[in-house]
């Protein structure tokens, strides 16, 4: 029975040996940008290596012994591989390919999750659990930004001021038996008032004329103030006129003759 280095050197391990070398020849390296690729095979096929190597590292982080650095490595490597595969997939779309982004299958970007307001990158498996990490997600999102004053006149037409709630006919009809039934309340409430008001008016004239009322007040009607008003002298224009001037006189010589007696 030969041992095995001579089973090495046969024709046939040789032969076999050499096809492996040159398989190993023609292998190539996937390139560096997508866009020196111009053949559409060669894009689909490079994303779908990208795809294998993804998925295998996924699978890999979701063990939480690897320790804190070998998980955080693996996390970066899976984010650069996902914009990798972005960047093959808008290959695919400018050379006539399917839009991947688009209708494509998207487990794999499920599976991560992003920091609430930090967009792009994403922690998967046991680098949701890292310290520092947790806390983040723990945090509450952001709120959103306010709209400016033209950004909310932009939604507004003339439906919003109700320009055109008429033109449906429905709205018509409504408007009609709401005023019909106001206007009927109206004069209800109207007829009330109206009767209520006639009897406090009666009730306030007996009041009035009642002869049986002893109070010692003396009520001035309208005939006695007429007659009291006209004996008072009203002075016309002409006897302000002669006040004043007799005013002013006195006035005069209390001045002057003060003045010439200081001077005596």
């Known amino acids: 029975m030969a041992r095995n280095a001579e089973k090495a050197m046969t024709t046939l391990a040789r032969w076999r ?3 492996l070398g040159e398989s190993d020849k023609h292998k190539k390296r996937r390139p560096y940008l997508a866009t020196e690729c111009k053949n559409l095979y060669a894009c689909e096929k490079w994303r779908m290596q990208i795809i294998r190597e993804i998925a295998k590292k996924v699978a890999q982080i ?8 070998r998980i955080r490595d693996l996390n970066d490597e899976i984010n650069k591989l996902l914009r990798e595969k972005r960047h093959w997939e808008v290959q695919i779309k400018d050379l ?21 307001g930090n967009k792009g990158y994403k922690y998967f498996g046991a680098a949701k659990e890292l310290p520092g990490v947790r806390e983040l997600f723990e945090q509450e999102p952001p709120l959103p930004p306010r709209k400016t004053r033209a950004e909310l006149m932009k939604d507004i037409d003339a439906d919003y001021y109700g320009y055109r709630d008429d033109d449906d006919g429905i709205l018509i009809p409504l408007e009609q038996v709401a005023e019909k039934n106001a206007k009927q309340k109206a004069i209800t409430e109207w007829k009330v008032d109206k009767a209520n008001e006639n009897n406090n008016t009666e009730d306030d004239e007996e009041n009035i ?28 224009q002409h006897d302000v006129e002669q006040a004043l001037l007799r005013r002013r006189k006195q006035e005069l010589l209390e001045k002057y003759g003060a003045l010439s007696e200081e001077d005596k």
């Open 96 to 116: 006539g390919g399917p839009d991947y982004q688009r209708v494509g299958p998207k487990m794999l970007d499920h599976e991560g999750k992003e920091v609430p």
């Open 209 to 236: 004329y009642n002869v049986n009322d002893s109070s010692d007040e003396e009520y001035i009607t309208d005939s006695s103030w007429e007659k009291f008003a006209v004996q008072i002298p009203v002075p016309t």
């Open 17 to 19: 040996a050499a096809q």
């Open 62 to 69: 979701q063990n939480a012994g690897l320790g804190e650095f």
